[in-house]
């Protein structure tokens, strides 16, 4: 490669400016000292602009001759800096296609898709170990010291008097131990008696001791799913594998049996999983069979700990990386399988641009490493579990629980039955029930608040009604921009006014429901003044490390009730509750997007699945206003096939993903004016396609930091279709603004949406 580098004149760089005009390479002359070291996916520091302002940018290609006239061509001016022992020629080709294929398939800036892919070049401040030399010889050492005890400077003696016992000493224990100062260190150094020496060292935020297992012994269902992930690997055929597997079904132990294997092969791993389940719980269990072979990658470490482990991945240091989407860019250079757990998860779609789905993403990277994608959830999401079914992916099924225990005893509480009988407090009689009694018997509880989608949506606590728009089958929200009492559709912009009485049962209990987890922490206090009760949500884990401290204390029995939102059922595995307590069931299902049965059915099965899971039989109940939803009826079963069976039949009539792709074109502009006319400007350069189109509508929220948000959608059954409409729409504004008209609108793209715009 160098030498084909070495032939090249010019090189075209992407400067460091996310905007569209400049969303193209520049041409710049590759100097003579520089010739040799420059090469595809550099870093490089440019001259830009009318100033020529030095400006960063990447090198994306390289030509023997350019389209400017030569005095024109400005000059590279430098590499930018990285740090110690880092390389680049080893990802940079695969970092810069993988980019180009993310701007392609997801609709960015170039710069923007390479500076996601490129997420794991960041570097950080180096740690660094200073260690204290003695380089006097001994006789002059002592003389010194001598001296030093007579004039009593006795900091200096004692530190000379340790380094004559042990030559080299780290600088934090002179310090620490020996209350020693630096200016004492340096005037030692000044005197010529010692050196200090630097050096940078990468940090491990792995520290167990218990480490060094080999995988577990295996069912002879998980052994069929992991030799066959093994042996397609091993044939060059890895393709993606789906693992529906229940909960408890020891999908955990089939990973790192996979993982183990292609590792022994010379092959790395990378280990995903939502940084909401990365506990400590689930961790241990692959630092004891890597060892320090492994290491994670999350939120709490800082921006200098990651560039460690980025470093250590370079370097070959470790076998595996465990960490949320982010962790998908870690330099492996020999990738040998990629495993997605909670696979069903939102936070596996990037929300900021490109807004890529991990899954997706996985899958291109598995296919440009030659490496295997092994999918895992218990209620795996309709897109997956829909290309499983057409065989796009191979599909297993675990049935069994195999970490204790049997699936829990589901009571589904109607909350309407309760409001007839005067029950108007937070707990049916059945929940309170069983709640005293496993107060009584010294067994813990969980309480699942679910306030996912609680926010606008209108609902009959009578009768179970929920407001829906006729044209699009999500609930109707009430808009605060639209005017007091009026209800708005986020996908076709459909309007009409809030109702005062149900429209089904004419009561006059229909608003939108809101209740928060203080006000659920305070009736359980009051009305069970002895129990032990931890609250688990944005407020108590604001705090750095509070997260783990809660889930230890309830690990280790310290509480009787663990209250929280969704946080509390993902990935936590509890062997003393015996009951879950799922409140406000139903609240998911009036979210304003297709997908809320699909959430609300994931959502309560994984939280029953927190139930019985130790030696002792679990009881869940779910408390809500619609008893009759598929979506619950199908959860408190843990029957996901029947649960897909029905919802599937719903994408088909509307055309929704996975039946059909959908693409959100999101609108922003500071003029509500300007983003409207946009917004009609690309609904007539449309207007004739033959795919579905919808809108333009104002956002979920309409207005944000005085930015006003429209979107409009497209459905079409073929994803390439989106893409060449999505191409379309970015040569159309970048044309108008051209003209001068659009200037302060934007334009983002979001293709299969998770999220509700």
């Not at 520089?34 to 602009?49: A, E, K, M, T």
């Not at 996601?116 to 260690?131: D, I, L, N, Q, Y």
């Not at 100062?181 to 167990?208: D, H, M, Q, Y």
């Not at 969980?446 to 829906?468: D, W």
């Amino acid at each position: 490669m160098l030498c084909e580098v070495e032939m090249h004149r010019y090189a075209d760089v992407i400067i460091d400016i996310s905007h569209d005009r400049l969303d193209r390479p520049f041409t710049y002359r590759i100097p003579d000292h520089l010739r040799d070291r420059i090469l595809l996916g550099s870093q490089v520091l440019v001259p830009f602009g009318k100033g020529k302002e030095p400006r960063k940018g990447y090198v994306t290609g390289f030509r023997d001759r350019a389209d400017l006239e030569e005095e024109r061509i400005r000059d590279i001016l430098d590499l930018v800096s990285l740090r110690e022992g880092y390389t680049e020629e080893s990802d940079r080709d695969f970092n810069l296609r993988l980019a180009i294929w993310m701007k392609n398939a997801y609709g960015s800036t170039m710069i923007t898709a390479l500076k996601t892919v490129m997420t794991s070049r960041k570097s950080g401040a180096p740690k660094k170990k200073r260690t204290i030399r003695l380089i006097a010889d001994p006789e002059a050492a002592e003389e010194k010291l001598a001296w030093y005890r007579q004039k009593h400077q006795l900091a200096r003696a004692r530190l000379l008097e340790a380094l004559l016992e042990t030559p080299e000493i780290p600088y934090e224990m002179v310090t620490a131990k020996l209350h020693v100062t630096g200016p004492v260190i340096r005037a030692l150094k000044s005197a010529g008696l010692v050196e200090i020496e630097e050096t940078g060292f990468l940090r491990n935020p792995v520290s167990i001791q218990d480490a060094g297992r080999g995988p577990a012994a295996l069912s002879p269902g998980q052994q069929e799913i992991a030799d066959h992930v093994v042996s397609a690997f091993e044939a060059g055929d890895p393709g993606v594998t789906l693992i529906h597997g229940i909960t408890g079904s020891g999908k955990t132990e089939v990973y790192i049996n996979i993982i183990s294997r292609i590792c022994s092969q010379g092959r790395q791993a990378i280990m995903l999983i939502p940084e909401i389940a990365l506990t400590y719980q689930t961790l241990i269990r692959f630092y004891r069979h890597f060892g320090d072979r492994v290491s994670v990658i999350n939120s709490s470490l800082s921006e200098s700990e990651k560039a460690d482990q980025w470093e250590r991945a370079r370097r070959g240091e470790i076998d595996v990386i465990i960490g949320p989407r982010s962790a998908l860019f870690t330099p492996f250079e020999k990738l040998g399988v990629i495993v997605i757990d909670e696979e069903h998860e939102n936070s596996y779609k990037n929300e900021s641009m490109p807004k890529y789905h991990a899954r997706e993403t996985a899958m291109q990277i598995a296919r440009m490493r030659g490496a295997a994608l092994v999918l895992g959830s218990a209620t795996p999401s309709l897109d997956a579990y829909y290309r499983a079914l057409t065989g796009e992916f191979k599909l297993f099924t675990l049935k069994e629980r195999l970490t204790g225990g049997t699936l829990p005893a589901v009571e589904i509480a109607d909350m309407r039955a309760e409001l007839r009988r005067g029950n108007r407090s937070i707990l049916s009689a059945s929940l309170r029930r069983k709640l005293e009694e496993r107060l009584q018997k010294g067994e813990q509880t969980m309480l699942f608040l679910n306030r996912r989608g609680f926010a606008g949506s209108l609902s009959c606590r009578a009768c179970g009604y929920v407001v829906k728009c006729p044209h699009c089958d999500v609930a109707m929200s009430v808009h605060m921009g639209r005017g007091k009492g009026r209800m708005v559709c986020h996908y076709c912009g459909h309007e009409e006014a809030a109702p005062g009485l149900c429209p089904s049962c004419g009561s006059r209990y229909i608003s939108a429901m809101k209740a928060g987890t203080e006000q659920v922490e305070t009736y359980l206090r009051q009305a069970f003044p002895g129990a032990r009760i931890l609250r688990m949500d944005a407020d108590t884990t604001s705090a750095k490390g509070s997260y783990e401290k809660i889930l230890s204390s309830f690990a280790n029995e310290e509480a009787d009730i663990l209250l929280g939102t969704q946080m509390i059922v993902k990935g936590h595995d509890f062997p003393g509750v015996t009951l879950v307590g799922i409140l406000m069931a139903d609240l998911s299902l009036y979210s304003n997007d297709y997908r809320a049965a699909e959430r609300t059915f994931q959502l309560l099965t994984q939280a029953a699945g927190r139930a019985g899971r130790g030696s002792l039989a679990g009881d869940v109940v779910i408390q809500t206003y619609q008893p009759d939803h598929y979506a619950i009826v199908h959860a408190s079963r843990q029957d996901y096939e029947g649960f897909y069976e029905e919802e599937i039949l719903y994408r088909k009539l509307l055309l929704y993903p996975p039946v059909s792709h959908m693409l959100a074109v999101q609108i922003l502009s500071s003029s509500e004016d300007a983003a409207l006319s946009a917004a009609g400007g690309i609904r007539s350069l449309l207007e004739e396609i033959p795919s579905v189109l919808i809108g333009p509508a104002p956002a979920g929220i309409g207005r944000i930091r005085d930015i006003y948000r429209f979107g409009l959608y497209i459905k079409d059954p073929k994803y390439d279709t989106l893409i060449d409409y999505k191409d379309q729409i970015e040569t159309y504004i970048h044309t108008m603004q051209g003209n001068g008209n659009f200037r302060n609108v934007q334009i983002q793209f979001d293709f299969d949406p998770v999220n509700p715009y």
